[in-house]
């Protein structure tokens, strides 16, 4: 059985929303490779209080704010080593290698220009995604939704879901919904076919829990998102083999839509969470207002309908 290490890890943003890697030195294991700064976590020493004092020992810096980001499960061949990162958004002192180690401050989507950590992939991510992923209402009218993207959150991923269309009637709203969305800063995820997606220049694609199922290798290029929605351990784990980037997981709670329904509640989000190692955003009777709880465990943010376009008018 491998050896199980904890280390807490930092994500430290300037002004410019650079985040700091660090290169491991030689005579360290990986020696040449980039990573986050940071440390193990000493028994009977809560994640948080590990990061101030590696952060401290390593980089000379005092944390003065910082979230939870992401938890990472990454398998070696001889150890397997859990990720326990924050998000470090206010410090004191100007960071220096106290090891001699050298340091980039890059932002997250040039950072696969660096040789980083196989670990690391999830955190960068984490670091690029957006706090909201909203789905267009299943009952909307195409003008509705159109009108209504220049309320939506600023950077925020838009998913075009829309299962009553045929391909061609698909594919004609995302052609008039794709200039709009570049234009507000909206990254829009395809349903429904892969190769549209692709073809399309859309930021990615979005798998249904039943899509898994069926497909055997990831459906899209590395240059796109690949998301899925999940309900279960074994959702997760099926979407995880296919390579997924990040997940929808729910309900969380009680939807109008579906009072009924399946829930997970705040625990078993949690878990599915805990299981993840990639980033997950929460659905189901959540919203914005919920950002802190769902960082909180690590996750993303929220995904959701009403909650992003009841304000508009467009639900």
């Not at 030195?25 to 980039?34: D, F």
């Not at 349903?191 to 073809?199: H, Q, V």
């Not at 207002?289 to 959701?304: E, I, T």
């Amino acid at each position: 059985m491998r050896p199980v290490i904890a280390v807490a890890a930092g994500c430290l943003v300037n002004a410019s929303g650079e985040v700091l890697i660090a290169q491991r030195p030689a005579g360290k294991i990986a020696a040449g490779q980039w990573e986050f700064p940071g440390g193990k976590i000493e028994p009977g020493e809560r994640s948080d209080q590990a990061l101030a004092r590696e952060l401290e020992e390593e980089l000379g810096v005092r944390v003065r704010t910082a979230r939870p980001l992401i938890r990472v499960r990454h398998d070696y061949s001889d150890r397997t080593v859990v990720l326990d990162t924050w998000l470090v958004s206010a410090y004191e002192g100007e960071p220096h290698g106290r090891e001699n180690q050298a340091f980039a401050w890059v932002k997250p989507e040039r950072m696969n220009q660096y040789p980083l950590l196989a670990a690391d992939a999830p955190i960068v991510a984490a670091l690029r995604l957006p706090a909201d992923y909203v789905f267009t209402p299943a009952g909307g009218s195409d003008e509705g939704c159109l009108a209504g993207l220049s309320h939506l959150p600023r950077g925020a991923l838009l998913r075009l879901r829309r299962p009553g269309l045929d391909r061609e009637a698909y594919a004609a709203l995302a052609r008039r919904m794709l200039p709009q969305c570049q234009a507000q800063g909206l990254g829009l995820m395809f349903d429904g076919s892969p190769e549209l997606a692709a073809a399309s220049g859309a930021a990615g694609w979005h798998a249904r829990a039943a899509d898994l199922q069926r497909l055997r290798e990831r459906p899209v290029p590395a240059s796109m998102w690949f998301a899925a929605s999940v309900h279960n351990a074994q959702d997760v784990t099926q979407a995880k083999a296919l390579g997924v980037d990040f997940l929808v997981a729910g309900s969380v709670k009680a939807t109008p839509s579906h009072p009924a329904g399946h829930t997970l509640g705040w625990a078993g989000f949690s878990e599915l969470v805990s299981l993840a190692s990639v980033p997950v955003y929460g659905i189901g009777g959540i919203g914005p207002g919920d950002r802190a709880r769902l960082h909180g465990v690590y996750a993303q943010g929220a995904a959701g309908i009403s909650a992003y376009w009841s304000r508009v008018g467009s639900s």
